[in-house]
């Protein structure tokens, strides 16, 4: 674990940190306590070794970018509260990717995951990003509300992916910083708009 000065905290008493592959038992028991995200992708809690997967995993070979980040939210007590995979310059520059968001639910409706979230955007934002980037499950109706809410917009339907064991459909949402629109980002990365194929 390492204490890094952005994103910033998203509440007093917080830090944030940078985890690694030696944080993993911290992150399991993170996703054991909070089980839901993983009930909904695969029918069951997390396996034992989902986090070490989530830390290592990276991008597939085919995808430029210049660094992942597996970030945490610890309160006082050393406990996490919130992770997030975030993927710079990923297939661009300027393209940030979520790969993973996951709050405590005891924390859900208290207004935490979208301060989370705007510190990643400014934290992405300062660290040259012009989009972010994610993909929800299509089933996922309240995340997709939380994103849309937030300013994504659904670009894209990516049918059948295998995730977690079982095939979902993904909506891949992304959110301009720039009051350009998603014209230049689609020339960034063409295979996000819809007439694309699926890949």
Known sequence: MRWINSPQSP???????LLAQ??????QSFYDANPAYFVLLTGSPAAKH?????LMALPPDDFSYKRKYFIGVIDAGGQLLAVADVIEDLLAAGVWHIGLFIVATALH?????????????????DGG??????????THQR?????????FVQVKIRTDIE????????????????????APY????PRDQEQASAA
């Open 11 to 17: 509440g007093a008493g917080l830090r944030t940190v």
């Open 22 to 27: 030696d944080d993993g038992p911290l992150v």
């Open 50 to 54: 989902a986090a070490l997967d989530d």
């Open 109 to 125: 409706g208290s207004g935490f995951a979208q301060r989370w979230l705007t510190s990643l955007e400014q934290w992405a934002m």
């Open 129 to 138: 990003a012009h989009y972010m980037r994610l993909g929800v499950v299509q």
């Open 143 to 151: 995340a997709y509300c939380f994103w849309e809410k937030s300013g």
């Open 163 to 182: 995730l977690g064991g079982r095939l979902h459909n993904l909506r891949v949402m992304v959110k301009p910083f720039d009051s350009v629109g998603l």
């Open 186 to 189: 689609f020339r960034l990365v």
